[in-house]
């Protein structure tokens, strides 16, 4: 007898005494054949969350199981989609359901009649292994895809197309596996194993990697604050966490616009539709620095938003780093950026209510912090079986409610997470961009970095960073005193400290995202505007020894002028920057004569 | 065959639970008959083998457990439209309350929506002029865009939201429309904003859905979806721009918080339901845009926060969800200053591809930066004022003072009935700047400053 529904609350639904099911099996549900995944067994109750709508079902309705876990389509055709949570492709459901997304309906993710040119490296004769490459496709003007063989196929090839044009679903190499090296694999006839273009994956579980490399290159992103002073490795992990209007999602979008990753998988989990549409529209109109060709050929959207079923803004998170970790194994540096995680961890909370389970803090399940240090963990710079060196970098936006970092997802997230990059609501409210708070913002991978910047930008590089968050520290403990007193009581060194902190709050941290070249700026030209800024304290500190007052040097225009000088120096010409260095030298100079 | 089943298991709160369904489908609509001939409407929420959990819109009192039938629809809960709900007024389950017929329905709609693919979404560019300054300069509202007003208990929200309507429909020639949805409000709330829509003649092209706050709190779970689903029509299918009003969502909330506890469910903060995230996104992320339709439906929707505390979960999730908020300010009000909005914590998150050079003028976008840049510095010297006194401030410090109570009394405040073109408000603007010396506005550049600092005003 096949297995029925017995119960339906929201997008939970029950069968009684059934044992056709394993836990994180994907099923149909109903006549409309809505997709779930099982979430737990026992003799009396099976618990399946659907990954749509509810509405209509009824008791009685068949659930028919797939027999495999839950899984995403891994191939050509990637590149420049949108794929909703479980990754079922938007468009194609635009162009059959119209414009609001309707139910059921099954759509293949990649796109089966598109014929690619498909360069195949193998011959006859030759033997293949698991995450081996065996074919190159040219997916977009930027990204050449490459075709690796499943990880669990190895043995001997007995056919191998000839390079021409194929789709994802036609054979393009038999091998014939070795003896116990392969389990039963769907398209296997006559103990032969079929590859084509595309292979699945089950979401929840990591793709295999050779060995972990340490992660000392950094994942450049051009934003001030963030390259100069809590950097991110290539590898590593970063959280974003701020209240609502902090602009988690502009920072979100700078980075996925900027960073010097190969790829980009934007995760929009449980955020506003305009948001997708948005980043639609402008990646596809905005050019990548680099490659010069569109942003969009390097980026995979997944939009779950807000207003979509639960239980696939879940599921959104883990379909993102599986198709991360897919890119990464070709040998490519991967940026996810999953906005947001909270989204996510309410999501857990929600169907974890609906199952009737002990909450922890705040109603979240007890297992928030397992779930999210699995997910993190699958961030890494690694070699990948096939030899290549390659990377995800996860950079995940937290919500915190009521911008309080006391919740439990912006902790355990802290937990997880090597960068931390709190954004400030007072920040936001003065308009303050990028609002990363430079006093409670910290990044572990500082030092595992310090070679790359010292080797690669300049020898003090490091030491500049240390000397402008030292001056900026100095300001902060003085901001405690100018509260209370005013600024005019203070001595001259001290005033020094305050004057230059604050262009250096206007001048470097501020970063306008509108500006044509304050957008996106170069590692050398971060160095180099730090050098200003310790330049015109180093100048004042002189006048200070000296005892001479140093009012005349505030008002000489060099402070106003160093704060504006990222609009005035373009990303090429930095030979300007000795005249900024010379007119400061100039204005201590006269302020010490006269 | 319409079959009927007689009476109750159990009765909780607003839920009753019928026994022995058949084909019972989730989110259907039920009719309960009772013995004294009342008929109530209820939807299933949960379905357990053959039993049917209902949620009664007009509460369970006086329900028994064998006194009523219960009748399934086979449907979920639709709603008849036609333009004809044009000038009318419903109550909130969508009857007529004006004592008019109902009216003649040219299609029905499931009032739960389906969520709109983010990839038919278009955009949204176009900006409404509502002429309040401190919105148009500051948060410009943007068609499509959802932006709440943040209010408090005894602060002017009602006046402000029946300025925006008045004033933002004039300027286009395509067809406008307003759905009005009030939740929970108080019958005289209910009145002005009926009476101010007539005496400015908007009444013909305005709907409401008025759910008072002596009205059962289950039908008011519902009534933010019939209204949406009218605005849906009137802008998608009859290509209106139709602007939203919803308010309280506060009440909303707190109805979603009474029916989920007598549900029974696991709480989350402050007694919400877990899901009251995806309920309040399910409501706000219908306005919008669709590629290749000519209308659009805005949203404003209003809320007490209670205690005037922005974290609580009722703003601090709305905020996550909305595309920026308007917050009203309580010592701004009791300055006597309106619309007392607190321009600081104030937001559109869509106003930045809105505004500028093609929309509004090319000075905007600058022009406001300084602004709010030069306020944040305000509330500063404002607190060292506080502890040093005023006398001891520097000159420049005093300036700011000055700027700061000219930007509350003229820029912020205005006329109830004041309409300020946006010419108006941006030279008001440069207005305000000019009382700070030159080299305090460092976010404006040099071209900017000659052309409007430099010039003497017209």
């Known amino acids: 007898m096949n297995s029925c529904i017995y119960g339906i609350n929201g997008p939970v639904v029950t069968v009684k005494n059934t044992k056709d099911f394993f836990v994180g099996e994907m099923v149909f549900v109903g006549k409309e054949r809505l997709i779930g995944e099982v979430i737990s067994v026992a003799t009396e109750d099976t618990l399946i969350q659907v990954y749509e709508e509810t509405a209509g079902l009824s008791a009685g309705e068949e659930i028919v199981g797939t027999k495999s876990p839950i899984s995403v389509d891994l191939g050509p055709g990637l590149i420049g989609n949108i794929f909703d949570g479980i990754e079922r492709p938007l468009k194609e459901m635009e162009k059959k359901g119209g414009a609001f997304i309707s139910r059921g309906g099954e759509y293949t993710s990649l796109n089966e009649e598109k014929q690619w040119e498909v360069t195949v490296l193998k011959k006859p004769g030759e033997r293949i292994k698991g995450g081996e490459i065996f074919a190159t496709v040219k997916e977009t003007e930027s990204i050449t895809q490459k075709i690796m063989c499943p990880v669990n196929v190895c043995g001997e090839i007995t056919f191998a197309a000839e390079s021409g044009n194929y789709t994802v679903n036609d054979t393009v190499l038999k091998v014939k596996p070795d003896k116990n090296k392969t389990n039963a694999i769907a398209g296997s006839e006559e103990n032969e194993v079929i590859l084509t273009l595309k292979q699945r994956w089950p979401i929840r579980k990591p793709r295999p990697i050779k060995n972990r490399l340490p992660v000392t290159v950094p994942l450049i992103t051009g934003q001030r604050v963030i390259d100069s002073l809590f950097p991110l490795s290539k590898g590593g992990t970063a959280a974003i966490p701020g209240g609502f209007g902090t602009g988690k999602t502009m920072t979100q979008h700078q980075l996925a616009k900027w960073c010097d990753a190969d790829i980009i998988i934007y995760v929009g989990c449980g955020e506003r539709g305009n948001e997708m549409t948005q980043v639609l529209d402008e990646f596809s109109a905005l050019i990548d620095p680099r490659t010069k060709k569109p942003l969009l050929s390097r980026t995979v959207l997944i939009a779950n938003t807000s207003n979509m079923p639960v239980a696939a803004r879940e599921a959104s998170i883990y379909t993102g780093i599986t198709l991360a970790e897919y890119f990464r194994d070709m040998g490519y540096h991967v940026a996810m950026m999953a906005d947001s995680t909270s989204r996510w961890a309410e999501a857990l909370r929600e169907i974890s209510g609906r199952l009737e389970e002990m909450p922890a803090e705040e109603g979240f399940p007890a297992y928030l912090p397992s779930r999210l240090a699995e997910f993190y963990e699958r961030a890494g710079r690694v070699t990948t079986l096939n030899g290549n060196e390659g990377s995800v970098s996860v950079i995940g936006a937290v919500s915190p409610q009521g911008a309080d970092f006391s919740e439990p997802v912006t902790q355990n997230t802290k937990r997880f997470t090597r960068a931390f990059w709190a954004l400030d609501k007072n920040l936001a409210y003065e308009r303050h961009y990028p609002a990363i708070n430079w006093m409670e913002s910290y990044s572990e991978y500082a030092d595992d970095l310090a070679d790359y910047f010292n080797k690669n930008v300049d020898e003090k590089f490091f030491d500049f960073r240390q000397q402008i968050i030292n001056i900026l520290r100095e300001e902060n403990s003085l901001m405690e005193i100018v509260k209370l007193i005013g600024a005019d009581v203070l001595p001259d060194d001290q005033k020094l400290v305050i004057e230059v902190a604050k262009a250096i709050r206007l001048g470097f941290l501020q970063q306008n995202a509108f500006h044509k070249d304050d957008t996106y700026v170069p590692l050398k030209k971060q160095f180099l505007m730090m050098n200003v800024f310790l330049t015109l304290y180093k100048e004042g500190k002189k006048i200070v020894a000296a005892s001479k007052p140093v009012a005349p040097y505030f008002t000489s225009g060099v402070f106003e002028k160093a704060a504006k000088l990222k609009y005035d120096i373009d990303n090429e010409h930095f030979d300007k920057f000795d005249d900024y260095l010379a007119e400061i030298k100039k204005a201590a100079e006269d302020t010490l004569n006269g | ?458």
């Open chain 2, 1 to 458: 065959m319409i079959k009927e089943y007689v009476g109750f298991s159990e009765i909780t709160g607003s839920l009753v639970a019928v026994e022995g369904t058949e084909n019972a489908k989730a989110e259907e609509l039920v009719t309960l008959k009772t013995n004294s001939g009342e008929t109530r409407t209820g939807r299933i929420v949960q379905i357990l083998g053959n039993t049917a959990i209902i949620q009664v819109f007009e509460g369970a009192k006086g329900l028994s457990l064998d006194n009523t039938k219960t009748v399934l629809s086979g449907k979920a809960m639709e709603i008849a439209l036609s333009k004809e709900i044009l000038g009318r007024i419903f109550d909130g389950a969508g009857r007529p309350k004006d004592g008019l017929p109902p009216i003649v329905s040219e299609t029905k709609r499931d009032i739960n929506g389906s969520s709109l693919n983010p990839v038919s979404r278009e955009y949204p560019k176009n900006y409404i002029c509502t002429g309040i300054s401190a919105i148009d300069a500051l948060s410009t509202l943007i068609r499509g865009q959802k932006l709440p007003v943040f209010s408090g208990s005894g602060m002017k929200h009602n006046e402000l939201a029946v300025q925006i309507v008045n004033q933002s429909n004039v300027g286009t020639n395509e067809d406008f429309a307003v759905v009005f949805c009030a939740m929970g409000v108080k019958n005289d709330v209910a009145d002005y904003f009926k009476e101010s829509f007539k005496k400015s003649g908007v009444m013909d092209h305005v709907t409401m859905f008025i759910n008072l706050s002596s009205d059962p709190i289950v039908e008011r779970t519902i009534t933010p979806r019939i209204a949406l689903t009218a605005a849906e029509y009137l802008a998608f299918t009859k290509n209106m721009h139709v602007l939203v009003v919803m308010t309280d969502m506060t009440s909303y909330c707190e109805a979603l918080r009474e029916f989920s506890s007598s549900k029974g469910e696991i709480p989350g903060r402050k007694g919400y339901p877990g899901y009251l995230y995806s309920d309040l996104a399910s409501l706000y992320e219908r306005a919008g845009i669709i590629k290749g339709v000519k209308g659009s439906v805005t949203q404003i929707p209003i809320l007490t926060m209670p205690n005037d505390d922005i974290t609580h979960p009722i703003p601090d999730l709305t905020g996550y969800i909305t595309e920026g908020q308007i917050v009203l300010d309580r010592s701004l009000d009791g300055l006597g200053i309106y619309p007392p909005i607190g321009v600081l914590p104030s937001l559109s998150r869509l106003m930045k591809d809105g505004i500028g050079e093609g929309y509004t003028r090319a000075d905007h976008s600058p022009l406001m930066q300084q602004l709010f840049a030069s306020y944040a510095k305000v509330k500063e010297v404002k607190s060292l004022a506080s502890v040093i006194g005023e006398d001891e401030l520097s000159a420049t410090d005093k300036k700011y003072l000055v700027f700061g109570k000219e930007f509350e009394n003229r820029f912020i405040a205005q006329g109830i009935t004041e309409n300020r073109d946006i010419i108006t408000t941006l030279n008001l603007g440069w207005e305000m700047l000019k009382l700070l010396p030159r080299t305090e506005l460092s976010r404006l550049d040099e071209e900017l400053l000659k052309q409007y600092y430099d010039e003497p005003q017209k």
